[in-house]
């Protein structure tokens, strides 16, 4: 399994942004796809973007022109920059790491947005 670290989450107003990082206990060059997720209190978690390995990316509709997802492959990190930043985006947000048939997940981070 493949150790993940979030980190980046905090308060933000409405409008705002931010800059989610996971770190990872190995090379992301070898996981197939990463992501990111979140959830609500009493709500489903729910994908808000992944990348593979090749670069491509995928977004919920949701976070779609706000939210953008990247990597660094030398830093074994992800990234997840999120702006225009509603307060609807708040929850806990989750790292994921797919390798194979491998599924790794992370503590979380809050991220809390103030109207």
């Known amino acids: 399994q493949v150790q993940l670290v979030e980190s980046g989450g905090g308060l933000v107003q409405a409008g705002g942004s931010l800059r989610l990082s996971c770190g990872a206990s190995?090379?992301?060059?070898?996981?197939?796809?990463m992501g990111w997720y979140r959830q609500a209190p009493g709500k489903q978690r729910e994908l808000v973007a992944i990348i593979t390995s090749g670069g491509i990316t995928n977004y919920a509709d949701s976070v779609k022109g706000r939210f953008t997802i990247s990597r660094d492959n030398a830093k074994n990190t992800v990234y997840l920059q999120m702006n225009s930043l509603k307060p609807e985006d708040t929850a806990v947000y989750y790292c994921?790491?797919?390798?194979?048939?491998?599924?790794?997940w992370g503590q979380g981070t809050q991220v809390t947005v103030s109207s």
């Open positions: 994921n790491a797919r390798k194979w048939d491998l599924v790794s």
């Open positions: 190995e090379s992301i060059f070898s996981i197939n796809i």
